[in-house]
């Protein structure tokens, strides 16, 4: 699976983006796709997770009821939908894939690059 991430830029606090992922390469509906984050100075942490048929998702805590991670398998393309941004919310954000949600936020096996998100106070 290959995946290109793309959406990221400056933002002010509260602001929204969209950032999405593409997949190629295998069946995309067969997998299970995550966003991570990797904010200046400190370790990838993990940020949503959504199942094959979309109808599981899984959010870290700090983004839940502000972030909405949805997948779009004609286009082989999972999102993530950020409202309400803080600065802490800066990071470079990356995408994932795996054959099962429950490696999303441990392990998955395949990564995209990432995209830059900044915000501004």
């Known amino acids: 699976v290959q995946l290109q991430a793309c959406g990221g830029g400056l933002v002010q606090a509260g602001g929204s983006l969209r950032l999405s992922c593409a997949a190629s390469?295998?069946?995309?509906?067969?997998?299970?796709m995550g966003w991570f984050r990797q904010a200046p100075g400190k370790e990838r942490e993990f940020v949503a997770a959504?199942?094959?048929?979309?109808?599981?998702?899984n959010y870290e805590d700090s983004v839940k009821g502000r972030f909405t991670i949805s997948r779009d398998g004609a286009k082989n393309t999972v999102y993530l939908q950020m409202n309400s941004l803080k600065p802490e919310d800066t990071a470079i954000y990356y995408c994932?894939?795996?054959?099962?949600?429950?490696?999303?936020?441990?392990?998955?096996?395949?990564w995209g690059q990432g995209t830059l998100v900044t915000v501004s106070s």
């Open positions: 959504i199942g094959w048929s979309a109808d599981s998702t």
């Open positions: 994932a894939a795996d054959l099962a949600i429950a490696n999303i936020p441990e392990s998955p096996r395949y």
């Open positions: 390469g295998r069946t995309f509906i067969r997998y299970a």
